[in-house]
């Protein structure tokens, strides 16, 4: 039974779940509040139980305390200005009419909730009030912008949907840094204004917080404004400590580590493993990795572990291989044991060995939120056996809109109409004792787990399972729409839904290309730690083939933006092969073999050019032509003539658009430079189905990178004896990378 965790950085308006660490489910636990702000109401009931949702009313700082059967321990939890606005959301009775809602009148409305987000997409759980012609609710909402849906009768699959945008600006950003000084352990917060603020970096205040767990006396410590100091022989055998900065809102916390054994060793917990800071990964919908009549097992897979590796891939993410009575396997009935038709232990650790052989690491879902309603300790649960009474969370069943008649008194809750798979309960010991057991028996085996649903189970517990976890194993989180705090002290890298969303707009021709730049903008406006990992992805087991929607021009640029941009590119199987099934058998025999050369030829150049990971983005202002003549030939800079013939496509004369952006294709056009100090790369996109002959502000050398063949470069008629450096255009396709001159 340890210590409670680190301490809990909140804004008034958020509560916090507060629980002891690796518990006895048949002991006693009782919390109680020691310490809070002059101004504040809140307490703490002393029958509460072992886990409680805490929920300061006024900024400042609060100390509780945890009895257990073995010692005493305390939870800090600082609380900050409450940031949320007061926010109306709105549904005309004409809106619920033009939609696709299943209705002919207002009679046939019964009921109407709100799901979003905000409430973690439970029906019922938020009521609107009904006006004259309109239903209306007034919700409390961050800065940012928050989708939303009314559901008819309760029922998730009759849903209007919406967003709204709250006013306000990003978050800091604060990064901890430790170095010895004189016989001092000097910790140095290096804290970042949000970009669309007034504040200055200067103007940020940082809040220092030692871990309760490792306690000092508050002598030895001193604190000026960006720096914490203590003597080194002062330092424990292990001290953590946590910084965040404030402006208008609160930064997500950074964390340092002090290991003092015979020497001091200083670590940073919220960055990434090593091997997991810019991987390729590769996910496998798992029974349909073999193709169209080979059952998949955990055998045939390894045997094909040499195609992951011709594709310079980095990671294998498998979705759930546990026992499960579905296809997919998100509906979990033994977290014990593997599915039978995969394959044993034996085998899938076999799978695991070979990966590694190959230099591949092995993610597998970790599915914890929920299990399948047959899931023995459900069907236990909802029959009423004691001991599992308190095992899922309950609702009332007047939220619900299933129809299902519910065995008892309330209802099962879940997300969404994800009726199957009943949310577990963590406000039970016996389900955080059984969770954790679970991620002990896997962490074992494989290298990291991409976590389902990982919005739905609280963060303290992701904070224990970060520190039971090995120092180098990966937590990739699922949150949509992607959520910062679960940066902290949780999760190294998250899905990147902003980038994900607009390479989808793009492709449908709804936004022009340069919308990558706001995604990648978007990141720090939310917060995210520089430190973060984001997945980079055009498609994946739950959403749609990008070739099915788009374009293969469009999927081309689209790929090669998340090989070229900062974080972890994946390819979801399949996607290289051209496939427009989302979850289809893999097209061995009948696959695009130049789609699958050009991820394999995107894929390796990542590996070899290490700008492509660790640059930083600049965003390139670049000229695209207006139309395009066949003329004779000119000279690129190797003196090679260039003319039409046998390119045919790629004609030579070039009328400039002189920055007008209104040539035809411009939108579709984006470029940028990776630059990590001791080189420098170009990148430049064409989403659009033709060829675009393109601008760069800077000379470039005489080579796609990606491909090994030479740029196509022509220059405009007449001028073609001009400055090359400042009149080259570049004919591109899909993708070019090259090197600057």
């Known amino acids: 039974m340890d210590a409670p965790g ?154 209007v949907h919406g967003a709204v945008t709250v006013p306000g600006p990003g978050r800091p950003r604060c990064r901890l840094d430790g170095e010895i000084r004189d016989g001092t352990l000097v910790v140095t917060a290096t804290a970042t204004a949000a970009p669309d603020t007034e504040l200055a970096d200067s103007d940020l205040r940082v809040d220092f917080v030692v871990d309760d767990r490792d306690w000092l006396p508050d002598s030895v410590v001193e604190t000026s404004d960006r720096e914490l100091r203590m003597p080194v022989e002062s330092v424990p055998e292990t001290l953590r400590i946590h910084a965040v900065a404030i402006g208008d809102r609160r930064s997500v916390s950074d964390t340092l580590t002090v290991r003092h054994d015979d020497e001091i060793a200083i670590e940073r917990p919220n960055d990434p493993p090593a091997w997991a800071a810019s991987p390729t990964v590769y996910e496998i919908f798992v029974r349909s990795f073999t193709g169209e009549t080979l059952p998949t097992t955990f055998a045939e897979i390894e045997r094909r572990v040499e195609y992951l590796e011709s594709l310079a891939v980095d990671v294998l993410w498998l979705t759930p291989v546990l026992a499960s009575p579905t296809d997919h396997g998100y509906h979990i009935t033994n977290y014990f044991e593997l599915a039978d038709d995969l394959g044993s232990r034996a085998a899938f650790e076999s799978l695991v060995e070979t990966c590694h052989k190959a230099g591949i690491r092995v993610v597998f879902d970790l599915v914890i939120n929920h299990t399948s309603r047959d899931h023995s300790v459900y069907q236990l649960h909802a029959g009423g056996v004691d001991r599992y009474a308190d095992y899922y969370e309950r609702v009332p069943k007047a939220w619900d809109g299933t129809g299902v008649d519910w065995a008892g008194d309330d209802a099962p809750e879940f997300y969404f109409n994800w009726q199957r798979i009943p949310n577990l309960n963590y406000g039970s010991l016996a389900v955080r004792r059984w969770m954790l057991d679970v991620v002990a028996e896997w962490a074992a085996v494989v290298d990291g787990f991409r976590c389902d649903v990982a919005w739905g189970v609280p963060h303290g517990f992701w904070k224990e399972v970060r520190e039971s976890v090995p120092d180098d194993f990966l937590l990739l989180d699922e949150t949509i729409p992607r959520d910062p705090h679960y940066h902290e002290a949780e999760f190294q890298m998250h899905y990147d839904t902003a980038l994900y969303g607009a390479l989808r707009d793009i492709g449908h021709g709804n936004a022009p290309a340069e919308k990558i730049f706001e995604a990648l903008d978007d990141a720090v406006w939310q917060g995210f730690p520089e430190s973060a990992v984001h997945l980079r992805y055009i498609e994946n087991h739950d959403e749609e083939r990008y070739l099915d929607e788009c374009s293969e021009a469009a999927q081309r640029a689209a790929a090669a933006a998340t090989f070229t941009l900062p974080g972890a590119p994946m390819i979801y199987y399949g996607q290289e092969r051209g496939m427009t099934a989302q979850r289809g058998p893999m097209k061995w025999y009948d696959g695009d073999a130049d789609l699958t050369a050009f991820h394999r030829s995107l894929s390796t150049l990542r590996r070899e050019q290490p700008a492509l990971k660790t640059g930083a983005v600049e965003r390139l202002s670049v000229d695209v032509a207006e139309r395009r003549d066949p003329v004779a030939s000119a000279e690129d800079d190797t003196d090679d003539p260039l003319s039409t013939a046998g390119d045919t496509d790629a004609p030579a004369e070039i009328v400039a658009a002189n920055g007008s952006g209104e040539a035809a294709g411009a939108d579709r056009v984006v470029a940028y430079a990776r630059d990590d100090s001791s080189d420098r790369l170009l990148v430049v996109l064409n989403f659009g189905d033709e060829p675009q002959a393109v601008c760069l502000p800077e000379a470039v050398g005489s080579t796609d990178l990606r491909t090994g063949s030479p740029l196509r470069k022509r220059y405009p008629a007449d001028d073609v004896a001009a400055d090359a450096a400042r009149d080259t255009y570049l004919l591109v396709d899909d993708v070019v990378i090259c090197r600057t001159a």
């Open 6 to 159: 680190p301490p809990r950085f909140v804004a008034v308006g958020e509560s916090v779940e507060l629980a002891p660490r690796s518990p006895d489910p048949a002991a006693d636990y009782v919390w109680s509040l020691l310490e809070s702000p002059p101004e504040s109401s809140v307490g703490v009931d002393a029958e509460a139980g072992p886990v409680i949702e805490f929920a300061p009313d006024t900024p400042g700082h609060y100390r509780l305390e945890l009895r257990t059967p073995d010692d005493t321990h305390t939870q800090t939890v600082r609380a900050y200005p409450d940031e949320r606005h007061s926010t109306r959301v709105e549904l005309p009775f004409s809106d619920l009419f033009d939609s696709h809602v299943d209705i002919d009148s207002l009679a046939d409305v019964d009921s109407m909730s709100i799901v979003g987000p905000f409430n973690e997409q439970v029906a019922g759980r938020t009521r609107p009030t009904r006006r004259d012609d309109r239903f209306v609710a007034d919700l409390a909402l961050p800065p940012g912008t928050h989708p939303y849906g009314f559901c008819v009768n309760d029922d998730f699959a009759q849903q």
